[in-house]
């Protein structure tokens, strides 16, 4: 079974940085990407970044282009989301997730087969 573990999340006011991290530990077969998908109360899982494991193809939401960056360290199944610039709208509770199998854009959240338990992120002043 695979694990994967979040941490990073917290406060910080508007325009300031935080630093995901995730683990994968366990069992983890080959996969296809890892990403990260986030939920804010009310709303939908929405998709934020992945990237793939073979070519290292990003992708990102369009509203988090030009301020988040997502890194992998495939030597420790280590997924990183660095968020700059950050906006009360990104507050959320971030997931991180296993895609096991090719799939198409845009990424939904049946795409990804395994979760973390989530780390939240709060923007506020």
């Known amino acids: 079974q695979t694990r994967l573990v979040e941490s990073g999340g917290g406060l910080v006011q508007p325009g300031g940085s935080l630093r995901l991290s995730c683990v994968a530990s366990?069992?983890?077969?080959?996969?296809?990407?890892m990403g990260w998908f986030r939920q804010a109360p009310g709303k939908e899982r929405e998709a934020v970044s992945y990237?793939?494991?073979?070519?290292?193809?990003?992708h990102y939401a369009d509203s988090v282009k030009g301020r988040f960056t997502i890194e992998r360290d495939s030597r420790a199944d280590t997924v990183y989301l660095q968020m700059n610039i950050l906006k009360p709208e990104d507050t959320a509770t971030y997931y991180c997730?296993?895609?096991?199998?090719?799939?198409?854009?845009?990424?939904?959240?049946?795409?990804?087969?395994?979760w973390g338990q989530g780390t939240q992120v709060t923007v506020s002043s």
């Open positions: 997730a296993i895609a096991w199998n090719y799939f198409q854009d845009p990424p939904i959240p049946a795409d990804f087969g395994s």
């Open positions: 990237i793939t494991v073979g070519a290292g193809r990003t």
């Open positions: 366990g069992d983890i077969p080959s996969y296809y990407a």
